[in-house]
């Protein structure tokens, strides 16, 4: 098991960027496989992105606006959000695995969560 915590979430406007980080607590991430999920209001949790032996891969609707990178020496996972949308308003949440079962676009996928931080963007 390994412990989440995510950062670095706001209100920002449509256009801006923020960066969000997610840190491993007291173990590194291994050989854990990372992912980044959100929840907009009354929707279902949706994939964002996630590393997968220094592979990162990407909702098709994030491409190119999102970067997710690894520091592993910190123990933490980013997600860089550039251009943003009103419609990525949403609870970020930071997710763990270190067995490779279902698609890891699933949420099921994962048995280690944050607590999410709040992403607000506002017209």
């Known amino acids: 098991q390994v412990q989440l915590v995510e950062s670095g979430g706001g209100l920002v406007q449509a256009g801006g960027s923020l960066r969000l980080s997610c840190t491993a607590s007291?173990?590194?991430?291994?050989?854990?496989?990372v992912g980044w999920f959100r929840q907009a209001p009354g929707k279902e949790r949706a994939f964002v992105a996630c590393?997968?032996?220094?592979?990162?891969y990407y909702e098709d609707s994030m491409k190119g606006r999102f970067t997710m990178s690894m520091d592993n020496a910190k123990s933490t996972v980013y997600l860089q959000m550039n251009s943003l949308k009103p419609e990525d308003t949403a609870v970020y949440y930071c997710?763990?695995?270190?067995?490779?079962?279902?698609?890891?676009?699933?949420?099921?996928?994962?048995?280690?969560w944050g607590q999410g931080t709040q992403v607000t963007v506002s017209t």
């Open positions: 997710a763990a695995t270190s067995t490779i079962g279902s698609s890891l676009r699933r949420t099921d996928a994962y048995n280690n």
């Open positions: 007291g173990r590194t991430f291994g050989n854990y496989v």
């Open positions: 590393i997968l032996w220094s592979n990162t």
